[in-house]
């Protein structure tokens, strides 16, 4: 069963708060309107162990067919950060419409057991109609730089 924060704590992905941050987007409230956004937004959901959400905002083909969060698993998730974003706004300035298809570089930390991990990964995301035909954006896959 997910976690469920009170909506005034600090919103796991390093916003002010859950309510006014990733909440509506995980909540199913509203949609992410960057991929960057929806990153952080996939990023609260696994904090909050809701698997529902992250397989909403897994594309059709690449979504697994297994569990993605086993509830039982002594996670820690200890903070995000964002490696890419700076960048990424300087080159969609330049664009004249948005682009449909977009990549987030971040590295969350977290402990399993006590022991630390830190995953680095570049995010591939699409923007496509989801199944109530609104555009959305949808995580492909992400590949993990040395």
Same mark, same amino acid.
């Given at each position: 069963?997910?976690?469920?924060?009170? =909506?005034? !704590?600090?919103?796991?992905?390093?916003?002010?708060?859950?309510? =006014?941050?990733?909440?509506?987007?995980?909540?199913?409230?509203? $949609?992410?309107? @960057?991929?960057?956004?929806?990153?952080?937004?996939?990023? @609260?959901?696994?904090?909050?162990?809701?698997?529902?959400?992250?397989?909403? =905002?897994?594309?059709?083909?690449?979504?697994? =067919?297994?569990?993605?969060? !086993?509830?039982?698993?002594?996670?820690?998730?200890?903070?995000?950060? $964002?490696?890419?974003?700076?960048?990424?706004?300087?080159?969609?300035?330049?664009?004249?419409?948005?682009? !449909?298809?977009? @990549?987030?570089?971040?590295?969350?930390?977290?402990?399993?057991?006590?022991?630390?991990?830190?995953?680095?990964?570049?995010? *591939?995301?699409? *923007?496509?109609?989801?199944?109530?035909?609104?555009? *959305?954006?949808?995580?492909? !896959?992400?590949?993990?730089?040395?």
């Amino acid at each position: 069963m997910p976690t469920r924060p009170k =909506t005034s !704590d600090a919103c796991p992905c390093g916003g002010p708060s859950l309510a =006014t941050c990733c909440g509506p987007y995980v909540a199913g409230e509203a $949609i992410p309107p @960057t991929a960057e956004a929806l990153m952080r937004s996939r990023y @609260t959901a696994y904090v909050l162990k809701n698997e529902p959400y992250l397989l909403a =905002t897994w594309h059709p083909s690449t979504r697994p =067919t297994e569990p993605v969060i !086993d509830q039982n698993e002594k996670i820690q998730w200890l903070g995000l950060k $964002i490696e890419s974003a700076l960048r990424l706004r300087q080159r969609k300035a330049e664009l004249p419409e948005p682009p !449909d298809s977009d @990549t987030v570089e971040f590295v969350a930390r977290f402990k399993v057991n006590g022991r630390a991990h830190r995953l680095h990964e570049i995010s *591939r995301f699409v *923007r496509e109609p989801g199944p109530d035909g609104a555009n *959305r954006w949808f995580y492909l !896959d992400g590949s993990f730089p040395e």
